[in-house]
């Protein structure tokens, strides 16, 4: 890489690290630049895989008040997410590098649809909160968890959003409190992910530290500073990127 890539790299990385804090798809940031850089599509998943684990164990610390009491949610639901996080690791790198190319753009474009969406699924995990029905903390959770997490090993963009809607769909919590668990189950999704990759995968140790060290620092930021940030030019943003990396992987 050249030393402008390098700073776009690491640039990348801090926002994704401060965005998937807040509400997830960073990867949205990250994959177009790690393309842009060169890097075939399935290395540039694979190392930001790996360079995302330090952004998602950093958030998951910023949030660590808002945790109190969900220990054994968090523990029960990371064990779907970690079984998940194996089979979409795996699946990407069984399936033939032709298929991640015709995928990829796909589940691009279903995450920005979800980014766009965003703000529903928000006012629908509010509006849950405030009511007074029962918990739905069950099978069903862990089912969806699961699954989700399938897509979150495989190519990781939204899928914090994907559980913020599920978990606000069946779960009477405050948002902050479920951003939370959904920050640990993103950590626990990349960390079993990346572990898979070191053994299993090729990938690029300059982009895995750049993004590594801008994630890091892109966690603690996102906790800090995230919830200051205009929602509508976050989102704008972000579909602005996902597009572009739609149109470098549709034209590779």
């Known amino acids: 890489m050249t030393g402008w890539e390098m700073l776009a790299v690491f640039a990348a990385g801090t926002g994704a690290g401060a965005i998937n804090t807040v509400v997830g798809s960073g990867t949205l940031l990250t994959f177009p630049v790690l393309l842009a850089t060169g890097l075939p599509p399935v290395t540039a998943t694979v190392s930001n895989a790996l360079g995302l684990v330090p952004g ?3 958030g998951a610390i910023g949030y660590r008040s808002e945790l109190a009491g969900q220990r054994r949610r968090v523990l029960r639901l990371a064990v779907g997410a970690a079984a998940g996080s ?3 690791a795996t699946l990407l790198l069984v399936l033939p590098a032709a298929a991640f190319e015709l995928i990829v753009p796909v589940l691009v474009g279903l995450a920005l649809v979800l980014v766009v969406l965003q703000p529903r699924i928000s006012a629908r995990v509010r509006r849950r909160a405030a009511g007074q029905g029962e918990r ?3 099978p069903l959770l862990s089912a969806g968890i699961t699954l989700a997490s399938v897509y979150g090993g495989y190519f990781a963009a939204a899928q914090g959003i994907i559980y913020l809607s599920l978990m ?3 779960l009477d919590e405050p948002l902050q409190r479920l951003n939370a668990v959904k920050n640990v189950l993103t950590a626990v999704v990349n960390g079993v992910a990346a572990v898979f990759f070191l ?3 090729a990938f690029d140790w300059t982009a895995v530290a750049l993004v590594a060290a801008g994630s890091a620092l892109g966690g603690q930021l996102g906790a800090r500073y995230g ?3 205009s929602p509508r030019a976050l989102r704008v943003f972000i ?5 572009v990396a739609i149109t470098q992987l549709v034209l590779r």
């Not at 579909?239 to 597009?243: D, E, I, M, S, Y």
């Open 56 to 58: 998602s164990v950093s």
């Open 86 to 88: 194996l089979v979409g």
């Open 136 to 138: 739905k903390d069950g």
């Open 168 to 170: 606000g769909s069946l």
């Open 199 to 201: 053994f299993a995968a």
């Open 227 to 229: 919830r200051r940030l």
């Open 239 to 243: 579909v602005t990127v996902g597009l």
